[in-house]
């Protein structure tokens, strides 16, 4: 089956540190990558969409400058919190769906929780 | 006002007993996946849906699509502690879409 790995799984850092979570397809190639945001008890919300070689898509809200996003290539997309503070503390997951083909599920990572003392 | 509404949020039911749980929109979607997470992990995709009035089984799980493709459910006979979980579910608009994601409902089968 499609394997999407993120890493770090966990991060704890201090207020001001900028993190990079990265998101690998490990058995297939994905053009297009996915970000959401997760707090305690709640649903996944979409952050970005991010296709490769090209500027990932923000949905509204979300701070570009704040959650830089690179997919450089076709198994790598990467998530930047930078200067991050307290309230970016959160579980952060990325999926990943096969390129050339539109109807494939998105699979997804195992997340990453980041939290920022 | 969230495009996906799950019902109920939250169900605490004993082994053995059925659930059922609702994603229900006013807006068409052309699939709809269910996922179920745990914590500290990712979403684990159950099952897509793509027809209207789809049924479709996974050992206990019952999945259905809404013949006119904007609302789904999915039923768990035979609840096992095992299956507690958040359980999520997205839908795409239209293929290649972004998902959206229901506000989930979190299932806990009590030994």
């Known amino acids: 089956g499609a394997v999407v790995s993120q890493h770090p799984s966990r991060v704890i850092c201090k207020s001001g540190t900028s993190v990079k979570i990265e998101c690998r397809s490990l058995?297939?190639?994905?053009?297009?990558m996915f970000w959401y945001r997760q707090f305690p008890k709640q649903s996944l919300m979409l952050m970005a969409t991010?296709?490769?070689?090209?500027?990932?898509?923000?949905e509204q809200g979300v701070e570009k400058d704040k959650f830089l996003i690179n997919h450089a290539s076709l198994t790598l997309s990467t998530l930047t919190v930078t200067s991050a503070h307290p309230e970016d503390s959160s579980f952060y997951i990325c999926?990943?769906?096969?390129?050339?083909?539109?109807?494939?599920?998105?699979?997804f990572g195992d997340g990453t929780r980041l939290s920022i003392l | 006002t969230q495009l996906l509404e799950q019902s109920p949020q939250f169900l605490s039911i004993q082994e053995g007993e059925n659930l059922t749980v609702y994603c229900n929109s006013s807006?068409?979607?052309?699939?709809l996946q269910w996922y179920r997470q745990e914590p500290g992990e990712g979403p684990v995709l159950l099952v897509t849906?793509?027809?209207?009035?789809e049924v479709k089984k996974l050992k206990r799980l019952t999945f259905q699509f809404g013949d006119a493709r904007k609302d789904s459910s999915l039923h768990i006979t035979a609840a096992q502690p095992g299956d507690t979980g958040l359980y999520l579910c997205?839908?795409?608009?239209?293929?290649?879409?972004?998902?959206?994601f229901g506000g989930g409902t979190r299932v806990l089968v009590k030994p």
């Open positions: 999926s990943a769906r096969i390129s050339g083909d539109l109807n494939q599920p998105q699979h």
């Open positions: 058995d297939f190639q994905a053009t297009t």
């Open positions: 991010s296709n490769e070689g090209s500027k990932a898509t923000y």
């Open positions: 807006s068409v979607f052309s699939s």
């Open positions: 849906v793509v027809t209207g009035g």
């Open positions: 997205a839908g795409n608009k239209a293929a290649g879409n972004k998902l959206t």
